[in-house]
C-alpha cells in the first residue's frame, strides 16, 4: 500500500523517499533496549530530509519516533549514522521528551529538556536545559542531567546563569516506606 502511493511520487522525490526509508531502517534497531529492538520502528514529522556524505537525516515539525515502549517526541530530530548505525539522536524541543520502559515490571522513565542527545551505543541520555527526567515519582530537575538507561544512574546539575539555577529532587513517600509498609528512615 505504501509502495503503491510512494509509485505516483515523481521521480525525484520518490528516490528521496526510499533514500530516507532504507537509511532508517538500517539504523534504528540500536535505538531501544533488547526487548523493544523487536518491535516495528514508526517515524512520523512533517518535513524529512536526508544527506547521504554526511550521514545526517533531518525530521523538522512534530516529530515522533517509536519502537515498543520507546518514544521520542520533539519539534526537531536529527540522526546521524555511522557505518550503517546510529550514533546520536539529537532532539530539540520546548520540550522534547524520551520515554521507556526499560524493565518489563518497571515503571515508565520520562525525560525532558530543550535539548537531548541520545546516544544508543553507550545507552545514554544527554538533557540540556529545562532539563526533568522522572521515574517510580522520583523528580529530578536541573539545567542539565546525564542519565545512563542501563546502570540507571544520573548526575544533574544546575546552572546560576539560566532558569534552574539549582537541581531539585522529589521523593514520593512511596518510595521512603520499606517493604513492610512501615516507615524507613534516612539518616545522614
Given amino acids: 500500500m505504501i509502495l ?30 533488547p526487548d523493544d529492538r523487536q518491535q516495528p520502528i514508526s517515524i512520523e514529522s ?20 517509536s ?3 520507546v518514544l521520542i517526541e520533539a519539534d526537531e530530530i536529527t540522526l546521524h549514522v555511522e557505518n550503517n548505525k546510529i550514533s546520536r539522536i539529537e532532539c530539540e524541543g520546548r520540550p522534547a521528551s524520551y520515554q521507556q520502559k526499560p524493565e518489563l515490571d ?19 541520555l544527554a538533557l540540556k536545559q529545562n532539563a526533568m527526567l522522572s521515574r517510580d515519582g522520583t523528580i529530578i530537575k536541573g539545567d542539565s542531567i546525564d542519565y545512563d538507561i542501563d546502570k540507571q544512574t544520573w548526575k544533574a ?8 539555577k539549582r537541581i531539585q529532587l522529589v521523593i514520593p513517600p512511596s518510595a521512603l516506606q ?3 509498609n512501615s516507615s524507613a528512615e534516612i539518616t545522614p
Fill in 157 to 164: 546539575k544546575g546552572d546560576n546563569q539560566g532558569q534552574q
Fill in 106 to 124: 518497571g515503571a515508565m522513565m520520562i525525560a525532558r529538556a530543550n535539548h537531548i542527545d541520545y546516544l544508543p551505543a553507550t545507552n545514554k
Fill in 4 to 33: 503503491g502511493k510512494l509509485l505516483h511520487l515523481p521521480r525525484l522525490c520518490l528516490r528521496t523517499a526510499l533514500l530516507v526509508l532504507a537509511g532508517t531502517a538500517l539504523a534504528l534497531p540500536c535505538l531501544a533496549l
Fill in 46 to 65: 512533517d518535513y524529512a530530509e536526508r544527506n547521504e556524505k554526511t550521514g545526517r537525516t533531518l525530521y523538522r515539525g512534530n516529530v515522533v519516533i
Fill in 67 to 69: 519502537q515498543g515502549s
Fill in 178 to 180: 520499606s517493604s513492610d
